[in-house]
């Protein structure tokens, strides 16, 4: 894979995972458990939609060919995304979004802390001004993990089914692919095998605060980053692209 290739392969990634996650969050607008979370959820679907949308201006822009950010979101089938599994695991219960929120938000602030070093400038823009975004995105999921686990019995048992469910995700976070290789030598990429302990480290640390027991396995789930997908994904891809699909050139 040449360079030009892996970066728009990259910045893809970036922005389908802001995308989906964002898509699954919203799903929640309207049925969430109390009117401030129905409300914080989305408000974080709505920060991640933005990043988004600066992702895929940018993956535009490398593609050409009069490509737009609307066609890499809409028109774009489920083997074409490069987000990992884990944030398009849908919504079974609150416990799981707030697991899954935990789970990659503690990835993502470390992640986009590194990539402001980016020697791509507009990848670094990008993520000094979504830091502060992702910071309280973290904190909100990291105090809600804490509150539902060290919580009554009933929030700490779902909560523990749901970390359970997810652990397996959380690996391919951190795992580097070929895209990922090609760019980490000349300082785009951030590089992912450094972020494998502090992200470990930062997890554990807020379940142990939340009385839930790490599961007792090596997570290994895998494949999004490279268009292999859980069920999942092509049913909220249907629904997220059904209006484009159904009147083309409609725009955000």
């Given at each position: 894979m040449d360079q030009?290739?892996?970066?728009?392969?990259?910045?893809?990634?970036?922005?389908?995972?802001?995308?989906?996650?964002?898509?699954?969050?919203?799903?929640?607008?309207?049925?969430?458990?109390?009117?401030?979370l129905d409300i914080a959820l989305t408000n974080i679907s709505?920060?991640?939609?933005?990043?988004?949308?600066?992702?895929?201006?940018?993956?535009?822009?490398?593609?050409?060919?009069?490509?737009?950010?609307?066609?890499?979101?809409?028109?774009?089938?489920?083997r074409e995304f490069r987000n990992p599994l884990l944030v398009e695991y849908p919504n079974e219960d609150f416990a799981y979004t707030i697991l899954r929120q935990?789970?990659?938000?503690v990835y993502n602030q470390l992640f986009y802390q590194a990539l402001q070093n980016s020697s791509d400038?507009?990848?670094?823009?990008?993520?000094?001004?979504?830091?502060?975004?992702?910071?309280?995105?973290?904190r909100f999921s990291a105090e809600w993990c804490i509150r539902l686990g060290d919580g009554t019995e009933l929030s700490r048992q779902k909560m523990?089914?749901?970390l359970d469910d997810l652990w397996d995700y959380t690996a391919?976070?951190?795992?580097p692919n070929a895209t990922d290789q090609t760019l980490l030598s000349s300082g785009i990429a951030v590089d992912l095998e450094q972020l494998k302990v502090p992200y470990f480290e930062r997890v554990?640390?807020?379940?142990?605060?939340?009385?839930?027991?790490?599961?007792?396995?090596?997570?290994?789930q895998q494949g999004g980053k490279e268009g292999s997908h859980t069920e999942f994904l092509g049913h909220l891809l249907a629904e997220l692209q059904v209006l484009q699909r159904t009147y083309p050139g409609a725009e955000w």
């Open positions: 030009a290739a892996a970066l728009l392969d990259y910045v893809l990634r970036l922005a389908d995972t802001n995308l989906v996650l964002g898509q699954r969050l919203a799903e929640c607008c309207g049925h969430a458990p109390e009117l401030e709505l920060d991640l939609m933005g990043q988004a949308r600066s992702l895929y201006q940018y993956a535009a822009e490398l593609k050409g060919e009069g490509c737009t950010e609307d066609d890499l979101a809409y028109l774009r089938t489920e935990f789970l990659f938000d400038a507009r990848l670094a823009e990008i993520a000094r001004k979504s830091i502060k975004e992702i910071r309280y995105h973290l523990q089914t749901a391919e976070l951190c795992t554990e640390e807020i379940l142990t605060k939340a009385t839930l027991e790490k599961p007792d396995y090596e997570p290994f």
